[in-house]
């Protein structure tokens, strides 16, 4: 270990991955429920809502970890103060905790819900924002000591990198885009247009930044590629991320009730989205190709370009395929977009945290050789059933289509009768998902702590 503020970064890896795991236990559940309504003591909606919210916070935690591990190490120092990196983490861990308790509770008892100062005491109601007014305030708090600590870091130093410029424009681009989320008007077009805010431009503007950053970062410390040809590369993702993830806005935007130009807007610049996805894979296998030398760290890389490629083919090909308003006008809404939600957050953002993990957990532990089998069965586990969890998703969204749109059955004859099987292979394939997690998350706790036999 070089610096004792990678301990940080190890706190909360291991905090998104306990997360991780609830969320794709829970993620079972739900897909039970939509054979059997009544499967659990908790309602499909409380149970969705635990779903996408353990998904958004474990891949911020582990973000966050990734953070702390690669500003000190660009910076070749220690944090700025670790004791507040220390405050920070257990602050964030009991603010989820409480929600996630707060969760349960409202589902078990909907009046335990009750209205204090204005604000709803457990869930504000708003889908994906769910989090009351008082987490809100707290995970800015957190937010705002987090960006404090590592601002001050590079400031302490004074060595900056591309990376960290990059890494941590991404990280306060985040937190100013959790603000629109936090208030409210009384208008639903004005409501969904600031909310969109949160929704879309954390995906497909901030985290996409981090993402640039962090693949510059593993492909630099996996290959030693030049970092000059690195930071061009990156820079040009960026520039061209921020063009079209800000204006792909409109293709929300338009089933909201705004102008109508964001029909045009929003369809051209959806369009153009997978460009600088499709930059980050060629860029991956460009530095891999030309990179010479012997990887120790195998299965590090195999993961860090299997990130470039999913990120394409989830956010930019499942994406465009069903955003543009030709179509979009009769896949809205229905699985089609839950398929590409899934594929997408798996290679987005899934695989970039635990590409991560595989590439700085060695140098934490303080090893140079591991284990490797045991990430890439959690890799090929993951990978094949998030494969046909996505496709028989995509198959439903294609009947659903057809037959709620065009032929106008209602959605439960459809979703009973039609889809049925559909159901099931996404059950069972999220089974298959669940022991590739489990075999991370021992891989997690055990790497490097054996011998490589």
Request: proline share 3%; net charge positive.
């Given at each position: 270990?070089?610096?004792?503020s990678?301990k ?28 059997w ?7 499909f ?103 404090l600590n ?5 400031l ?10 990059v ?47 962090l ?47 964001w029909?045009?807007?929003g369809?051209?610049f959806?369009s ?6 499709l ?12 990179t ?60 970039l ?9 060695p140098?934490?532990r303080g ?13 090929w586990?993951?990978?094949?059933s ?8 995509t ?6 289509t ?25 059950a069972?394939?999220?089974?298959g ?15 490097g ?5």
């Amino acid at each position: 270990m070089h610096y004792q503020s990678h301990k940080i970064a190890l706190n909360f890896y291991t905090a998104a991955l306990l997360l991780f795991l609830v969320q794709v236990v829970v993620g079972i559940i739900a897909a039970l429920q939509f054979m059997w309504p009544d499967f659990f003591i908790l309602n499909f909606n409380t149970i969705r809502t635990l779903h996408i919210n353990a998904l958004v916070v474990w891949l911020l935690m582990g973000m966050m970890g990734a953070t702390y591990y690669v500003i000190p190490e660009e910076s070749e120092t220690e944090l700025w103060s670790i004791p507040l990196a220390h405050v920070q983490f257990w602050a964030t861990v009991l603010t989820v905790s409480a929600v996630i308790i707060g969760y349960i509770v409202m589902g078990l008892n909907p009046q335990a819900n009750i209205e204090i100062l204005g604000t709803r005491l457990l869930n504000e109601g708003r889908e994906y924002i769910e989090a009351p007014r008082w987490a809100d305030i707290l995970i800015v708090v957190s937010i705002l000591l987090f960006l404090l600590n590592n601002f001050m870091t590079v400031l302490k130093t004074k060595k900056f990198t591309a990376v960290q410029g990059v890494l941590l424009g991404g990280l306060t681009f985040l937190a100013l885009m959790y603000l629109p989320g936090m208030f409210y008007t009384k208008s639903m077009v004005l409501d969904q247009f600031w909310w969109w805010w949160v929704v879309h431009l954390w995906v497909e503007g901030s985290w996409e930044l981090i993402a640039a950053a962090l693949l510059a970062f593993m492909l630099h410390k996996l290959l030693k590629a030049d970092v000059r040809v690195l930071a061009k590369w990156m820079y040009i993702e960026v520039g061209l991320v921020l063009f079209t993830g800000i204006l792909g806005l409109g293709h929300h935007y338009y089933w909201i009730g705004t102008p109508r130009y964001w029909l045009w807007v929003g369809g051209v610049f959806s369009s153009l989205e997978p460009v600088p996805l499709l930059l980050m894979v060629w860029d991956a296998f460009r530095t891999t190709r030309e990179t010479r030398g012997v990887v120790e760290n195998k299965v590090g890389l195999h993961l860090t370009v299997a990130h470039a490629i999913f990120n394409f083919v989830g956010a930019g090909l499942w994406g465009v395929v069903h955003t543009l308003p030709q179509v979009n006008k009769w896949t809205h809404g229905t699985q089609i977009t839950t398929a590409h939600g899934h594929l997408a957050f798996y290679g987005a953002y899934v695989l970039l945290i635990v590409a991560m993990i595989y590439v700085t957990l060695p140098s934490i532990r303080g090893v140079r050789q591991f284990r490797q089998s045991g990430g890439y069965q959690a890799f090929w586990w993951m990978t094949i059933s998030m494969i046909f969890i996505v496709i028989p998703i995509t198959g439903a969204g294609m009947v659903q289509t057809y037959l709620e749109r065009l032929l106008g059955l209602d959605y439960v004859t459809v979703k009973a009768s039609y889809n049925l099987w559909f159901w099931i292979f996404r059950a069972l394939f999220g089974v298959g998902f669940l022991v590739g997690v489990l075999i991370m998350v021992k891989d997690f706790f055990t790497l490097g702590k054996k011998p490589v036999s």
